[in-house]
């Protein structure tokens, strides 16, 4: 197997409803050190380590999904935790429309708009957060609960989401942030083996930008309305703006 930065461990499967890993130190996730206000100055260590994840995305995303899918979950709709019918998801989709997206025209209407139809499907992670990546050495990839067959991108755009919110939280400047970008965005499509064409890119922009509302809606609907909202969502859609420059043809 080629080294691709990141290793994925499965979990030790208790039932329908528990899934255990092993104990981590606490603060043991990557979403840990990305939500710190020195994230804006590690960029060296970042790169390494967006370019790694990169790499694995990629890798996983390329494997023959004609020989899985018949063992996989189908997640071609939606992530499964949104899709679902349970009181937490209904809950979360109502704390979407609690927020200040009125501060954020342009981030909340791409997340509105109809997205293009997804160009393939692949075996995909489902939720590719940084909380269930171990800040480890190469990293490692958990939380394959949601795994199924799928539009690649959403794997991206989870990934994207939070590196936008970091990067608005800490104040990133817009060239450090595009690098992050170009060199995830770059190492990705190399590893996956095809270029992402206009559409695809398009796509990508709306789904992270769904995935950030998401993001912020679980939060509300968990520890309720925050006022700090009205700060950094218009932060956040700046940032967004900067990953619309970069896949920009």
């Given at each position: 197997m080629p080294r691709?930065?990141?290793?994925?461990?499965?979990?030790?499967?208790?039932?329908?409803?528990?899934?255990?890993?092993?104990a981590l130190p606490t603060p043991g996730l990557l979403c840990d050190r990305l939500f710190d206000r020195r994230f804006a100055g590690e960029?060296?260590?970042?790169?390494?380590?967006?370019?790694?994840?990169?790499?694995?995305?990629?890798?996983?995303?390329?494997?023959?999904?004609?020989?899985?899918?018949?063992?996989?979950?189908?997640?071609?709709?939606?992530?499964?935790?949104?899709?679902?019918?349970?009181?937490?998801?209904?809950?979360?989709?109502?704390?979407?429309?609690?927020?200040?997206?009125?501060?954020?025209?342009?981030?909340?209407?791409?997340?509105?708009?109809?997205?293009?139809?997804?160009?393939?499907?692949?075996?995909?992670?489902?939720?590719?957060?940084?909380?269930?990546?171990?800040?480890?050495?190469?990293?490692?990839?958990l939380g394959w609960r949601e795994a199924g067959v799928g539009d690649p991108s959403s794997d991206v755009a989870y990934l994207l989401g939070e590196l936008l919110e970091a990067a608005g939280l800490a104040d990133m400047d817009a060239p450090l942030l595009r690098r992050h970008l170009e060199a995830f965005l770059a190492r990705y499509q190399a590893s996956a083996g095809h270029p992402l064409d206009a559409a695809e890119r398009e796509r990508l922009n709306?789904?992270?930008?769904?995935?950030?509302?998401?993001?912020?809606a679980q939060a509300t609907w968990a520890f309720g309305p925050d006022d700090a909202l009205c700060d950094v969502l218009p932060q956040v859609e700046k940032q967004w703006l900067v990953l619309c420059e970069v896949t920009a043809p």
């Open positions: 691709v930065g990141a290793v994925a461990v499965p979990p030790r499967v208790h039932g329908n409803d528990l899934a255990v890993w092993s960029e060296s260590w970042w790169r390494d380590v967006l370019e790694g994840l990169a790499s694995f995305l990629g890798a996983l995303h390329r494997l023959p999904v004609d020989q899985v899918a018949q063992a996989l979950p189908d997640r071609a709709m939606a992530t499964a935790w949104i899709a679902s019918d349970n009181e937490a998801s209904a809950g979360i989709r109502k704390a979407a429309k609690q927020l200040p997206l009125h501060l954020t025209p342009l981030m909340s209407g791409a997340a509105d708009g109809a997205c293009p139809p997804p160009r393939r499907l692949s075996v995909v992670h489902g939720r590719f957060s940084t909380g269930v990546i171990a800040l480890t050495s190469p990293v490692v990839v709306m789904l992270t930008a769904r995935r950030v509302i998401d993001h912020y």
